[in-house]
């Protein structure tokens, strides 16, 4: 898996539309939980708006593995769908969505809603700070004492991290994290320095 943008941190925008508000709140949620958690705690900061319609994908850029939506009583298909889409045809990934509208007095019409769900999420995006995730990997890699110093200078070339180290009577397991694309290279060094 390669590298890819994250929410750097929380952003909120707002908009308006004939009288109405739509307020974009954007955050990181690399999980389906952390998601929930996160659309939870927007409902609660604005428990008296009319709807807190919510989209969000909780992987990769363009991946619809992990991903879920709500219109929260607009009708159906204007909100969650189109918040969605703009998320998942984006370069960041992790992210959840929640709009939060507040009635201005006029109707916008379903063409209308969809537009403005749309535009919500997309003037959030571009105000949205990012940073680089780096898929990484962990596993264990049992060492003699003669190799610990060469397993560690390993652990440093492939830019891992030693996690924790348990001692045995010959040596020590290494709990490894290392970036997914220098994980193969890591395990074959490993394995050739302990046979």
Not at 2 to 15: C, G, S
Request: aromatic content about 8%; proline content about 5%.
């Amino acid at each position: 898996m390669q590298d890819y943008l994250i929410p750097a941190e929380r952003v909120q925008t707002e908009i308006k539309i004939k009288n109405s508000r739509f307020i974009c709140t954007l955050e990181h949620t690399p999980s389906i939980e952390a998601a929930h958690a996160f659309i939870s705690d927007i409902k609660k900061t604005y428990p008296d708006a009319r709807h807190n319609c919510w989209a969000f994908m909780a992987n990769e850029p363009g991946s619809t593995r992990s991903i879920g939506m709500s219109d929260d009583g607009e009708p159906s298909g204007t909100a969650g769908m189109p918040m969605l889409q703009v998320l998942t045809h984006g370069d960041v990934g992790e992210i959840s969505a929640v709009v939060t509208r507040y009635f201005g007095g006029t109707k916008l019409g379903t063409g209308g809603l969809v537009k403005a769900y749309t535009e919500a999420v997309q003037v959030a995006i571009e105000a949205l700070p990012t940073c680089i995730k780096i898929p990484k990997s962990i596993f264990k890699a049992s060492t003699d004492f003669a190799n610990m110093a060469q397993t560690e200078y390993w652990v440093n070339q492939c830019e891992g991290e030693i996690l924790n180290r348990e001692y045995t009577e010959s040596g020590a397991v290494f709990e490894i994290e290392v970036p997914d694309e220098k994980s193969v290279e890591l395990r074959e060094r490993l394995s050739l320095l302990n046979e």
